[in-house]
């Protein structure tokens, strides 16, 4: 425990909180690359992920990729880009973004197949368009699966955002390598400390955005959220006034 | 290309390395996580608690887990030990889910039948509710494998060997061959961890089809088994 109370006296040694690379520097960092990353992923990921989703055509491909993707080492992505592009940012946002991508699609495409198939028929059968129907009947109603699939999403970035101080100056990752190279134990912990807090608040932040994506009159169960089934199954739940039913 | 056919024997040795970290890691996830999904099945109150830690476990950032665990291991960071215990914990954070939904899923009237039958509550769970269980917790054994061979990697990078000491080191060599061999053996190592695991589903449970994506992958196995 003494090495625990070492690292986090490195974080509030007032020395680190000051000048070139203070904690401030690198957490701001560490959140600008994450958050640019998220953005370029999800421009890709999301509406391939709702396109699959809706039409059901190019299921098998997404995922194919989907999981293949997770099977790929993201240290040998890392490095492979950085040898390619040289060491700098390029080489860690270009694999990061592939890195995010699965999860996103996932959610993406499990989302909108979660909804009820009879509510699209209906929403169709009023007359609503395909874009109508997206926009307002699957968006919504699978809105708390598609944010799931951003909130892996965003834990997987920073993990490897933190990775990829390694190729880049940059991030929270760089106290890990510098304790390291300097044999400073103290720097490694207490930079690591500050990743695993910024992971649980980024993650809890999300639970709660999670929770407000339910919309109103639809009340997804817990184990509804969290699981991902292989056939399309309801997520529509019951009306909220019915109460808690098990 | 000369690179690779020289250095045959130090992917092969280090696939060997590689594979002494990963597959202790993912049995002994598998081991721990089973009794802990069954916990979170049996009493709704400790269902909650249990799968939020395994959330936030899974939460962290695995580099940061493992500069961190030495706090509590008093392992050295670049010890060996260290990455197989953080690792185990990374699988626990994914089995146990699924073990509890697989426990959740045997159905309440074969439990029922089964006690009325006369067994008692161990027998039950090893005569009835495990082999019933057992092929969703393969499916999530097999996220596992897959994880865990490409999570121990990141070792490299704080200087546990691994294959991901082909990545580290064809990064300051500049041998781009070096990198992609490392990338090609994980995944190839991966592959092949996960279709043992069907063949022994098969064997362990020759009840259970094969579902239509394992069936793809292992065509020619499943027929072998069929036939034997």
């Not at chain 1, 039409?55 to 040898?83: D, H, N, Q, Y």
């Amino acid at each position: 425990m003494n090495l625990l109370l070492e690292g986090v006296g490195w974080i509030l040694d007032p020395a680190n909180w000051t000048g070139v690379g203070s904690i401030p520097t690198r957490i701001g960092q560490h959140l600008l690359i994450s958050l640019t990353v998220l953005v370029i992923a999800s421009m890709i990921a999301l509406p391939t992920g709702v396109f699959v989703g809706h039409t059901g055509r190019g299921r098998e491909l997404a995922i194919t990729v989907s999981g293949g993707l997770r099977a790929l080492p993201t240290l040998g992505l890392l490095t492979l880009f950085a040898l390619w592009l040289g060491i700098g940012l390029q080489a860690p946002v270009i694999a990061l973004v592939i890195l995010a991508l699965p999860p996103l699609l996932a959610g993406a495409y499990a989302g909108l197949e979660s909804v009820d198939r009879r509510t699209v028929d209906a929403a169709r059968a009023m007359g609503m368009r395909e874009g109508q129907i997206v926009g307002k009947v699957e968006l919504p109603l699978s809105l708390p699966i598609v944010v799931g699939g951003i909130r892996s999403a965003t834990l997987q970035i920073i993990a490897t955002a933190t990775l990829a101080a390694y190729v880049a100056d940059f991030g929270l990752g760089r106290f890990i390598f510098q304790g390291l190279k300097t044999r400073d134990y103290p720097e490694m912990l207490g930079g690591s400390i500050l990743v695993i807090l910024l992971a649980l608040v980024v993650d809890g932040l999300f639970a709660i955005i999670q929770r407000l994506a339910v919309p109103a009159g639809v009340r997804a169960t817990r184990s509804e959220l969290r699981s991902r089934p292989a056939r399309p199954r309801t997520a529509v739940g019951q009306p909220i006034h019915e109460g808690n039913q098990q | 290309m000369n690179w690779l056919w020289s250095n045959l024997d130090l992917i092969g040795e280090l696939t060997l390395v590689h594979l002494a970290l990963s597959v202790p890691a993912i049995i002994l996830s598998f081991v721990i996580s089973v009794p802990i999904g069954w916990l979170a099945h049996r009493y709704r109150w400790s269902r909650g608690v249990l799968l939020s830690l395994c959330g936030l476990l899974y939460a962290i950032p695995s580099l940061a887990l493992l500069v961190a665990l030495p706090v509590f291991t008093g392992q050295r960071a670049t010890s060996p030990v260290n990455l197989v215990v953080a690792l185990t914990l990374y699988g626990i954070a994914v089995i146990v889910r699924t073990a509890a939904d697989a426990f959740d899923a045997v159905e309440p009237d074969l439990r029922q039948s089964a006690t009325a039958m006369g067994y008692s509550a161990v027998g039950r769970f090893w005569g009835v509710e495990l082999p019933l269980a057992g092929p969703v917790l393969l499916s999530g054994l097999r996220v596992v494998i897959v994880s865990t061979v490409s999570l121990a990697t990141i070792g490299a990078v704080i200087g546990v060997q691994s294959l991901g000491s082909l990545f580290t080191d064809g990064l300051q060599r500049g041998i781009e061959i070096e990198i992609i061999s490392g990338i090609v053996a994980t995944i190839v190592l991966a592959i092949g961890l996960d279709w043992l695991a069907v063949l022994l589903g098969r064997l362990v449970m020759p009840w259970s089809r094969p579902d239509a994506s394992a069936r793809r992958n292992s065509m020619a196995t499943v027929e072998r088994v069929d036939a034997a």
